[in-house]
């Protein structure tokens, strides 16, 4: 069975997408979600640190694809995730603009198992300050933010106008395979985002379209010389009524000062 990606990062213009296997991982997260909530732990906020976390180094030869639990409980569960993809999701990057480590650091494989105290069903946003606190102290990780301009391309309206339909939904977690994007609820500035995955440049929204829309996109993978599907380039504008012109455009860059290759222990 084909892989699916799913896009995690779903914020200021930045998707990072990560293939989604190894169905133990999910079976794991259904009991916290499903769990109810008391009121004192509603009353005291969102919970700023794991209560008990594990950070294992992949072991030397493993197999696996990347697998992560869905956000939506309070439980966090990566296998086979890269020390560079963990500080991406930590703080809302793409993993290619995570910048300053060794390859050999930055692509050393973990297995992570964390949760909190309670049954508290967090999101995205509110599990970032545990991932960041995470890697503090089991790496203790120091970075700082930057910006440079790299030649990439804006997302705009084509000719004619978009070819969109608003959202009725709430926002989602889109999906990309090598062929195509599919989603409910997805802003531009998320779509310009995972699209440049597949352009191969920084892509930033200027279609100056608001709200969430259905997105369904089909296009030819780069390494396909047979397909019948269009290019990313005519699908953008054919199915969408969208198309990228180049530019040079800004990028937020995560420069790492200090990483430990290796986690302290628990």
């Avoid at 892989?3 to 995690?8: L, W």
């Avoid at 998707?15 to 169905?23: D, F, K, N, R």
């Avoid at 969109?164 to 395979?177: E, K, N």
Wanted: glycine letters at 10%; charged letters at 20%; proline letters at 7%.
């Amino acid at each position: 069975m084909r892989a699916a990606i799913r896009i995690f990062l779903v914020g200021a213009g930045i998707a990072c997408a990560a293939i989604v296997g190894g169905p133990a991982m999910f079976a794991q997260q259904t009991g916290a979600s499903g769990a109810t909530q008391n009121p004192a732990e509603k009353d005291a906020g969102p919970p700023t640190a794991f209560e008990v976390a594990s950070v294992r180094p992949v072991p030397e030869g493993r197999q696996g694809l990347f697998s992560i639990t869905p956000w939506g409980s309070g439980l966090f569960m990566a296998r086979n995730i890269s020390l560079r993809l963990i500080i991406a999701l930590a703080y809302q990057m793409d993993d290619h603009n995570v910048v300053g480590m060794p390859g050999s650091v930055a692509e050393r494989e973990f297995d992570i198992s964390a949760r909190v105290q309670g049954q508290a069903k967090l999101s995205y946003a509110q599990m970032q300050p545990l991932l960041q606190s995470l890697l503090r102290e089991r790496f203790h990780l120091a970075v700082r933010h930057d910006t440079k301009d790299e030649e990439g391309y804006e997302l705009v309206v084509a000719k004619g106008g978009p070819k969109l339909t608003q959202a009725s939904t709430s926002p989602g977690m889109p999906s990309i395979l090598p062929t195509g994007v599919q989603g409910e609820g997805i802003t531009m500035a998320v779509l310009a985002g995972i699209l440049s995955r597949p352009l191969g440049r920084p892509t930033v929204d200027k279609t100056g379209l608001n709200g969430n829309y259905e997105v369904t996109l089909h296009y030819r993978a780069a390494d396909s010389d047979d397909s019948t599907l269009p290019s990313i380039f005519t699908a953008l504008t054919e199915q969408l009524g969208l198309k990228v012109v180049p530019a040079k455009v800004p990028v937020d860059i995560l420069v790492v000062d200090h990483v430990d290759a290796e986690p302290t222990a628990q």
